[in-house]
């Protein structure tokens, strides 16, 4: 009879991992970044998150029409039957109830709103932050590269303005101020064009100037 040998016990850290160590931490910060925002909740905005999600739910839809529904039936029997209603037509309960049914659910949606910019400017402060580390690195691997070129005797040493302007890193406020004046240059061109009637489709009234 031949033994089976028993396999050795499995141990995690011997399995070879499925994502590289930095994608790994990449991964972790941003499921870090999720866990504060939600730890950050109060109980009341926790309470504010699952009603909205209720409400976004299309069984809420279908339990709030058959409210509307049965409300306008037991009105409608009352009617036929005994003449008279707690909410005869034209409504006036029902609509109190709706209106304020709307502004609550209108007040729940913007606060949902508002803790999710929130968590939406901590995503893009981190991709920010991420995209400016990676253009140092890519500036520093490119000057790291031209210098073992000009110390290397086997390779030609020329000048290459390309590479020597990818090797410096980008000012961050030179760029934002340069964004800031691209768009105010296109702005500007956007409603000259409209006031000289470049633009198509517009009626000749509204890109006439004035007198």
């Not at 991992?17 to 905005?45: F, G, Y």
Request: glycine share 4%; aromatic share 6%.
């Amino acid at each position: 009879m031949t033994t089976v040998p028993t396999p050795p016990p499995f141990n995690p850290e011997d399995a070879t991992p499925i994502l590289p160590a930095h994608m790994s931490d990449t991964i972790s910060a941003i499921a870090k970044l999720h866990a504060d925002h939600e730890r950050a909740a109060s109980p009341i905005q926790r309470l504010i998150e699952k009603t909205t999600d209720w409400l976004g739910k299309p069984r809420f839809l279908g339990q709030f029409t058959i409210f509307v529904a049965g409300w306008l039936g037991i009105v409608g029997l009352q009617m036929k039957f005994y003449g008279r209603s707690f909410d005869p037509p034209p409504f006036n309960l029902l609509q109190g109830i709706l209106t304020v049914l709307a502004v609550y659910i209108t007040a729940l949606i913007l606060s949902t709103q508002r803790r999710a910019g929130q968590l939406a400017s901590h995503r893009e402060q981190l991709t920010l932050e991420l995209a400016t580390l990676a253009e140092q690195k890519s500036a520093k691997t490119i000057a790291l590269l031209e210098e073992m070129r000009r110390d290397n005797p086997l390779l030609p040493d020329r000048e290459d303005k390309d590479a020597e302007a990818m090797a410096e890193t980008a000012d961050p406020e030179a760029v934002l101020q340069a964004i800031i004046q691209t768009q105010e240059e296109c702005k500007e061109q956007l409603a000259k064009d409209l006031f000289e009637g470049a633009a198509p489709g517009l009626p000749a009234d509204l890109t006439a100037a004035p007198k």
